[in-house]
């Protein structure tokens, strides 16, 4: 038995607010209480939540972690121990990886993996076509039994409408969701950053918002058609935001997510050539920001997610139009987000959401939640705790980010995952990595 002692609730579904105790029992949350209520467990342990905001575990929908295939960018260990470090204590993996996670074996690979690991949740993704190419169906049935939580060809359209259109019925009846990458690649092709005055102004060739906006308004109508439901990765634009907006007031089953990136970043970022500040999409106007952000106010966006792509410093040391599009975020999701309640934008509550239980809606996982009877899965939050993100701090093993060398104030100071402690005082629990498994 666990008991958390103390610690200030942040409930992202308002039931329980102040100082509260936290009673965990087989990987459960067995009780929650007003501070002081619950007696200490005869042989169990006590954590002290004494000045810790206690939020859900938190929960990324939206993670690269490159394994299988890509190892010298990330694996699953060195990314789950970001995303621990991170707060969270799940994370969806995207299946780009090499081979592409379009059947059965990769998707038990990723999950085998990451029990070994042992730090969070891992939940595959599985593609929605072949290889990501758009041409054939995935064995979406497969994958979904082998425990993918969702599809996506992320990184890439699904080109065909009418591929489209199967995979929204197929998951219609299964009940999952496509996370769909917005992006007409025949008007972004050759593009390396938003298309403005300022990409003119640079010489870099431009990729137009009305290529993410296209895209949007296809699947919001498919999913109005089919009565299917779609989520929408990485939402940039201040088009796709209002979209979305109708799409959810006509009652289409739509959700998004944003990323923290292009709520705090515009494209004046990339002055300077600095390609990490390159990504897709790309960071855009100041309007499309305070669009995002009038998003995150008024409920329309979902979840707050990382999309975090790792890249080593090789693919990024080049001309800004050569080199890789992404940024690592893991580890600097929480402390962006805890500034958007600093300055007044949004209610701590409403932080908790973004960050767990609106991503773990919008896919129907588990998590995300402060309840008796749900999985204990908690983060306790040290909000004073100011840090900054350089190569000491950073636990992946790239570091394409533009918040690197930069200070925050706020972070995870303790992590329980399935009635776990898995990362207290900021240092893991257990000493269960080695260097041959960080080359792995």
């Not at 929650?32 to 007696?39: E, L, M, N």
């Amino acid at each position: 038995m666990l008991l958390i002692k103390g610690g200030t609730a942040v409930d992202p579904e308002g039931k329980y607010r102040g100082e509260v105790d936290i009673l965990i029992s087989d990987g459960r949350i067995e009780d929650i209480a007003p501070a002081g209520k619950i007696p200490e467990p005869e042989g169990g342990d006590v954590l002290s939540g004494a000045g810790k905001l206690v939020f859900p575990g938190l929960v990324d929908i939206h993670v690269h972690l490159r394994e299988p295939g890509y190892e010298w960018k990330e694996t699953i260990l060195t990314g789950c121990k970001s995303a621990v470090m991170g707060g969270y204590t799940a994370i969806c993996s995207m299946p780009n990886t090499d081979p592409v996670n379009d059947n059965e074996s990769v998707t038990r690979y990723i999950l085998e993996r990451a029990s070994s690991v042992g730090l969070c949740r891992v939940l595959p993704i599985g593609a929605v076509t072949v290889g990501l190419k758009g041409e054939e169906l995935a064995p979406l049935s497969e994958l979904r039994k082998a425990g993918c939580v969702a599809f996506s060809d992320d990184g890439e359209p699904v080109w065909s409408s009418a591929m489209m259109r199967r995979a929204l019925e197929w998951c219609s009846m299964e009940g999952a969701v496509i996370c769909c990458h917005e992006e007409d690649k025949l008007l972004t092709r050759g593009g390396s950053m938003n298309e403005s005055p300022l990409s003119i102004k640079m010489g870099l060739k431009g990729m137009p918002s009305v290529a993410e906006d296209v895209m949007v308004a296809r699947d919001i109508e498919l999913a109005r058609y089919l009565k299917g439901k779609i989520h929408i990765c990485h939402v940039s634009t201040a088009r796709s935001v209002e979209l979305i907006r109708r799409a959810k007031n006509d009652g289409i089953a739509v959700t998004c997510e944003v990323t923290p990136h292009h709520i705090f970043l515009d494209e004046r970022r990339v002055c300077g050539y600095d390609t990490n500040a390159k990504m897709s999409p790309p960071l855009r106007t100041q309007e499309d920001l305070n669009a995002i952000v009038e998003g995150l106010k008024d409920g329309t966006i979902d979840a707050i997610a990382s999309d975090h792509a790792p890249h080593e410093a090789d693919s990024k040391l080049l001309e800004f139009s050569s080199a890789s599009f992404g940024i690592i975020g893991l580890q600097t999701n929480l402390a962006l987000g805890l500034r958007l309640v600093e300055r007044g934008i949004i209610t701590m509550e409403r932080l908790a959401f973004l960050l767990s239980l609106g991503g773990a809606s919008a896919l129907g996982i588990e998590g995300g939640k402060l309840e008796r009877g749900e999985r204990a899965d908690i983060t306790l939050i040290d909000p004073d705790l100011e840090w900054s993100f350089d190569d000491t701090e950073n636990l992946s093993k790239s570091s394409n980010s533009p918040f690197i060398g930069e200070t925050f104030k706020g972070a995870a100071a303790d992590v329980i995952s399935g009635g776990r402690v898995v990362m207290k005082g900021r240092k893991f629990t257990e000493e269960i990595f080695s260097e041959k498994e960080d080359c792995l």
